[in-house]
């Protein structure tokens, strides 16, 4: 089993910056791809960003490229999300996800994703 954990989020005034951490324990994580999601209220959880095991493959929502940037140190086992230019319809709960092992790519698909956080409350206000 691998157990994530979110932190960093809060209240910000749009155009503002927050920067999300995701620490993993347990079973080794470093070898899957890693994951941002989130969910607005009544809305469906929705992909935000992701990279592969080694780094080298960074996948994006159009709606945050350019703005958000996803990185990962593997000797802490930690993900981070880097979140700039901060709009009030990014208001939403991050979560941090990570695929098994076996899974080092990244993946913009819910399903490709084998364990989740708790998540972050993310607020931007206007």
């Known amino acids: 089993q691998v157990q994530l954990v979110e932190s960093g989020g809060g209240l910000v005034q749009a155009g503002g910056s927050l920067r999300l951490s995701c620490a993993a324990s347990g079973r080794t994580f470093s070898s899957g791809g890693m994951g941002w999601f989130r969910q607005a209220p009544g809305k469906e959880r929705s992909f935000v960003a992701s990279?592969?095991?080694?780094?080298?493959?960074?996948l994006y929502a159009n709606s945050v490229k350019g703005r958000f940037t996803i990185s990962r140190d593997i000797a802490k086992n930690m993900v981070y999300l880097q979140m700039n230019s901060l709009k009030p319809e990014d208001t939403a709960v991050y979560y941090c996800a990570a695929r098994s092992p076996a899974r080092p790519s990244a993946s913009i698909w819910r399903s490709d994703y084998d364990f989740w956080g708790q998540g972050t409350q993310v607020t931007v206000s206007s």
């Open positions: 990279i592969s095991r080694s780094g080298g493959s960074v």
